[in-house]
């Protein structure tokens, strides 16, 4: 079956660094858009950044521009988010997701609705 399983989160300082991995199983990541997203307590789920199938580019929310890095391994079935200068406000939940057996076009792909497939999620906090 689709499963999307995210790791690599945990507690950093402000300014460090974290990369986090989301490895997929049970259909081929690279044939479709993925992205990731964040959620922190009483807000809104929010796209992060995303790579979309219609183009193969990479899309950022403005808060992470030049902070963060996306990237795709197709051989091993897997989206990376390298994430450097971290703020406290980055401190969230993250979840990986793809748009399988749907369209996603360009940065629409920053949004949620247009995401079937969910990860569990991983904590994220930054914090002194």
């Known amino acids: 079956q689709v ?3 995210e790791s690599g989160g945990g507690l950093v300082q402000p300014g460090g660094s974290l990369r986090l991995s989301c490895a997929a199983s049970g259909f081929t990541l690279g044939a479709n858009t993925v992205g990731w997203f964040r959620q922190a307590p009483g807000k809104e789920r929010e796209g ?6 219609s183009d193969g580019s990479a899309y950022y929310a403005d808060s992470v521009k030049g902070r963060f890095t996306i990237s795709r391994d197709n051989a091993k079935n897997t989206v990376y ?4 200068g971290l703020k406290p406000e980055d401190t969230a ?3 990986c997701a793809t748009d399988l057996g749907s369209l996603t076009y360009g940065s629409r792909c920053l949004s949620r609705y247009g995401m079937n497939y969910w990860g569990k999620g991983t904590q994220v906090t930054v914090s002194s």
């Open 81 to 84: 988010l390298q994430m450097n």
């Open 48 to 53: 992060v950044s995303c790579i979309s199938r």
């Open 3 to 5: 499963q999307l399983v």
């Open 93 to 95: 939940l993250y979840y």
